[in-house]
T-cell receptor, first 116, second 113 residues
Framework: AQKVTQAQTEISVVEKEDVTLDCVYE???????LFWYKQPPSGELVFLIR??????QNEISGRYSWNFQKSTSSFNFTITASQVVDSAVYFC?????????????FGGGTRVLVKP | NAGVTQTPKFQVLKTGQSMTLQCAQD?????MSWYRQDPGMGLRLIHY?????ITDQGEVPNGYNVSRSTTEDFPLRLLSAAPSQTSVYFC???WGQGANGYTFGSGTRLTVV
């Protein structure tokens, strides 16, 4: 069964600090996909990144970066030089290639509060 | 393209009432699903469909019904609302397996009193 754990429920930082969100996953499938979503106070889910299990390259997109390590089953997310607009709940999610109905399993989410 | 459209955005129900949450997508996606979001638990799968006429249960199906008569529409029915169904509901669609990603609706905030 697939499982995603986000151990940090809430992180508070001051603007311009870096913040790293942890994500640990469990799966028996060899082919799977990992996602990060942002949920701002307005409530919608904003897609940030998708990574497949065969691509362990780290990725950087502006102030966002992701570190995927299959050896530790982790897919961590770092926001560099945080801004108030980064305040949101962030979800890590996993989809197994063989999952019925294309099921997406979410972690419990990490609330990030960036103070000015 | 509208993507995935959910209606209504907000709803208050009394215990025992029934209602239908609407979800429509215009991307010809074969997969559609309903999730509920509760504090600290992320999103959990309620029901899903892999094509018109085919539906199945997810992780938390009790108290909900779905049908998929067309590719575009996937309504979620609450048969007899209970306070435990107070939640935010998201509809999602995708084409094929996870490699192609998911498109989420904007959510429906439901309160059962």
């Amino acid at each position: 069964a697939q499982k995603v754990t986000q151990a940090q429920t809430e992180i508070s930082v001051v603007e311009k600090e870096d913040v790293t969100l942890d994500c640990v996953y469990e799966t028996r499938d060899t082919t799977y996909y990992l996602f990060w979503y942002k949920q701002p106070p307005s409530g919608e889910l904003v897609f940030l990144i998708r990574r497949n299990s065969f691509d362990e390259q780290n990725e950087i997109s502006g102030r966002y970066s992701w570190n995927f390590q299959k050896s530790t089953s982790s897919f961590n997310f770092t926001i560099t030089a945080s801004q108030v607009v980064d305040s949101a709940v962030y979800f890590c999610a996993l989809s197994e290639a063989k999952a019925a109905g294309n099921k997406l399993t979410f972690g419990g989410g990490t609330r990030v509060l960036v103070k000015p | 393209n509208a993507g995935v459209t959910q209606t209504p955005k907000f709803q208050v129900l009394k215990t025992g009432q029934s209602m239908t949450l609407q979800c429509a997508q215009d991307m010809n996606h074969e997969y559609m699903s309903w999730y509920r979001q509760d504090p600290g638990m992320g999103l959990r799968l309620i029901h899903y469909s892999v094509g018109a006429g085919i539906t199945d249960q997810g992780e938390v199906p009790n108290g909900y019904n779905v049908s998929r008569s067309t590719t575009e529409d996937f309504p979620l029915r609450l048969l007899s609302a209970a306070p435990s169904q107070t939640s935010v509901y998201f509809c999602a669609s995708s084409w094929g397996q996870g490699a192609n990603g998911y498109t989420f609706g904007s959510g429906t905030r439901l309160t059962v009193v």
